[in-house]
Nanobody, 128 residues
């Protein structure tokens, strides 16, 4: 059983930056591919970014590419989402998630249904 705890959310102005962290416990962290998703008010959950267990491969959704970066530190059992040039439309609850036993392919890591473990979420609010 893996437990995930997100942190780093908050309120920032347009153009600002935040770094979200997701600390994992209860498993061998490097065995898990990690993903970030977000849910904006009144909208469905969207895929944001994912990174392979080793950290050697990552993918960022086109909607945030060039502004968001995903990384991980397996020694610290933590995955990060660096968010720059934030816009009001980035306002959402951000969730990290973990999956294992699957190849690191877009069809897998972009689908929330593939992730077995989820954090509680952290609120990100961007003011205009």
């Amino acid at each position: 059983q893996v437990q995930l705890v997100e942190s780093g959310g908050g309120l920032v102005h347009t153009g600002g930056s935040l770094r979200l962290s997701c600390a994992a416990s209860g498993g061998t962290f490097s065995n898990y591919h990690m993903g970030w998703f977000r849910r904006a008010p009144g909208k469905e959950r969207d895929f944001v970014a994912a990174i392979s267990g080793s950290g050697g491969t990552s993918y960022v959704a086109s909607s945030v590419r060039g502004r968001f970066t995903i990384s991980r530190d397996n020694a610290k059992n933590t995955v990060y989402l660096q968010m720059n040039s934030l816009k009001p439309e980035d306002t959402a609850v951000y969730y990290c998630a973990a999956m294992s036993g699957t190849p690191f392919l877009y069809s897998y890591y972009s689908s929330g249904a593939r992730y077995a473990y989820w954090g509680q979420g952290t609120q990100v609010t961007i003011s205009s």
